[in-house]
């Protein structure tokens, strides 16, 4: 039999599948993959880093701290004399400083550099030592659950992945990432809170107040912290009085009055 070769198909070079759903597809399968590879990676970077040796973890420390432009501070004798009891109890390899930064707003966040600000604002609500020492105490627990080196060591992957699938795909790579960071970073706001009932009840022998700043801030609407960085306020108070009960911890001692200004 003789074998006559016919001419292709007029649609030999037309896709069966719309090209955009392949597009998407392919995005998909590309997302999917990155956030596999990421998480890998942090869940690596963060078993090396909680493993890191005191010594190394102050040099680390050392190379990436930064000063921020937070405006007008001062530092506060007040305020360190609260750390230096608490850094007793969390024995943290390297020295914390406070200060004080002259802004209305209620807030208190903790630097890589081993440096904690707190606003006036938030001063000028608190009603006792006790309180002052639990938003301490919960920074501190940043530093002594080196979540100052996780971030970093998360911002130098996230960068890799970028520059690696290029500005195109970056932009929604970000978007993916962020919220799996959210619920790394809201787990790490509660691990701190539990740290400064820990540092409270060992430094002061009592936890009383711990939960009022965080009772003054709560206005409810949980569903604003669905992809907050924070955990609503009515949830971190819950788990703390959850834990205060559970360690048996004293919150019955009054509280410390308030010594002098800030």
């Keep these: 039999m003789r074998y006559e070769p016919k001419l292709p198909d007029e649609s030999v070079n037309i896709p069966k599948e719309n090209l955009f759903l392949q597009a998407v597809k392919l995005l998909i399968a590309l997302i999917i993959i990155a956030v596999m590879v990421y998480g890998m990676l942090r869940v690596v970077l963060y078993?090396?880093?909680?493993?890191?040796?005191?010594?190394?973890?102050?040099?680390?420390?050392?190379?990436?701290?930064?000063?921020?432009?937070?405006?007008?501070?001062?530092?506060?004798?007040?305020?360190?004399?609260?750390?230096?009891?608490?850094?007793?109890?969390?024995?943290?390899?390297?020295?914390?400083?406070?200060?004080?930064?002259?802004?209305?707003?209620?807030?208190?966040?903790?630097?890589?550099?081993?440096?904690?600000?707190?606003?006036?604002?938030?001063?000028?609500?608190?009603?006792?030592?006790?309180?002052?020492?639990?938003?301490?105490?919960?920074?501190?627990?940043?530093?002594?659950?080196?979540?100052?080196?996780?971030?970093?060591?998360?911002?130098?992957?996230?960068?890799?992945?970028?520059?690696?699938?290029?500005?195109?795909?970056?932009?929604?790579?970000?978007?993916?990432l962020d919220i799996s960071n959210i619920k790394y970073s809201q787990s790490a706001e509660l691990a701190s809170d539990d740290f400064a009932l820990e540092v409270m009840q060992c430094a002061y022998g009592s936890v009383t107040d711990a939960t009022k700043v965080f009772e003054r801030l709560n206005k409810g609407e949980e569903w604003n912290y669905f992809l907050a960085t924070h955990p609503a306020f009515s949830k971190r108070i819950s788990l703390m009085k959850e834990k205060i009960a559970q360690k048996g911890y004293d919150d019955s001692t009054p509280a410390i009055p308030l010594q002098q200004p800030f």
């Design 47 to 176: 078993f090396v880093v909680d493993h890191i040796p005191p010594s190394y973890e102050k040099k680390l420390v050392n190379l990436i701290s930064f000063d921020m432009d937070v405006g007008e501070k001062h530092s506060s004798t007040y305020l360190d004399e609260m750390t230096e009891k608490l850094n007793q109890c969390a024995k943290l390899p390297y020295e914390i400083r406070t200060y004080v930064i002259s802004e209305k707003g209620v807030n208190a966040f903790a630097l890589p550099s081993g440096t904690i600000y707190v606003t006036q604002g938030m001063l000028d609500m608190v009603k006792n030592q006790n309180e002052i020492v639990a938003i301490l105490g919960h920074e501190m627990g940043h530093f002594k659950n080196k979540d100052h080196l996780k971030s970093f060591g998360t911002s130098l992957l996230f960068s890799l992945l970028s520059v690696t699938l290029g500005e195109g795909y970056g932009s929604i790579l970000e978007t993916t």
